[in-house]
């Protein structure tokens, strides 16, 4: 049984990008379908038997129709092919209000063959063509759907997230008891998990987060745990495979070195003892690149932007199509220097670009309004015994014997100050 394990498409993700003159729709968008058309044409050519998707359809809550449509299309070209597709529920997929419609639900309520949607906890026999296999289904769950008001009451946040770990456990472990062993067991989960390593998805979460620990959610039962929420692709666990499958395009600069993709998942008849054998493998799609260009400009550089070119056509393949961050440090008397047109020229070929600057200024010291150069030595000393609340008395006594030395006629042997 081949299985296609993918989560976070996050439609509607338009930063650093620019309207496709073509199409009318954002490049950005283009970047996450055609992520996204690259995974379909993979299950169709390799005829896949099931995909799992883990959650966050789309950016928002609440999608645009042109959004809902591109994902729409591309769930019917799976439909038609006869690729089962499971479609779990993720925070970004509920509705604002409770009671209305999840963004996926509409696959659910016109009965879209070979397409199943799971919104609750519960155990999902899904038929393929290698045979039937159960996904047991976790979808992100309001905490007002685990909790009461009266079971929240007086708590912090700490003691009500272990009341949810628990709750979510038990849901686990029903889930568990339900299984027949006889068939390939999935569970599929839209959490935190606590040791996981995060990617950019802080930034888009919505409201307080509630996780899991790994020993509550890597069940023995199941053959493989397939998970969503978290941006960067992992493995938590060999035994069962335990998978975050991260997004399949790069978000912003806080990915710009993660592998982006999905993973494929092979299983296997049991062997001698019963067990069977699970294997995966990530699958990396080449999506859009980001690239950082760092470049420091010393007071010595005769031509700082000859020196900001250079470093920019050095890396000219990367920057070709890539979203680029050029980030320039330099003295505040070398700013005047700089050529802005012959650098963004030079940037021309990039997807997009934007250009920061880190301006070194010479610090001073400042006593109050002053700066040390605008008073005198004997002026600035005595602004400094105002500052530090030196009484009258001893103030007239060391502005005397400062006076004196600054003057250069030394202070004899008194030592009473």
Sequence with gaps: ??????????????????????????????????AFDRLIDFALEHKVDLILFCGDAYKSREPTQTQQREFARRISRLSSGGIPVFLLIGNHDLPNAIGRATSTEIFDTLAVRNIYVASRPDIYPVPTQSGTVQVAALPWLRR?????RE??????????????????????????ARLDARLPAILTAHVWVANAVP??????????????LLSNIANPAFDYVALGHVHKQQVLSESPPTVYAGSMERLDFGEEGDDKGFYVVDIDDGDAGGRRRVSYRFHPLDGRRFLTINVNLGHTDTDPTATVVREIMARAEKVRDAIVRLQLS?????????NDIEIRSALNEAHYFTIAKDIKRETRLRLGKWTAEEISPVEALKVYLESKKVSPTRTRTLLEYGERLIRGEGAGNETDV
């Excluded at 007002?144 to 009461?148: E, Y």
């Excluded at 802080?202 to 899991?212: A, I, N, V």
């Excluded at 330099?330 to 700089?338: I, S, W």
Aim: glycine share 8%; no cysteine.
């Design 1 to 34: 049984m081949k299985i296609i394990h993918f989560a976070d498409l996050h439609l509607g993700v338009e930063s650093y990008g620019h309207i496709d003159p073509n199409t009318g729709l954002s490049s950005r968008l283009n970047d996450f379908l055609l």
């Design 144 to 148: 007002s759907a685990l909790l009461s």
């Design 151 to 176: 079971d929240t009451r007086d708590l912090d946040f700490e003691e009500i997230n272990q009341r949810l770990q628990q709750v979510l456990t038990n849901i686990i472990g029903d889930l568990v």
């Design 199 to 212: 990617g950019s998805e802080r930034s888009m979460t919505l409201g307080q987060e509630h996780f899991l």
């Design 330 to 338: 330099l003295p505040a008397e070398t700013e005047g220097q700089l």
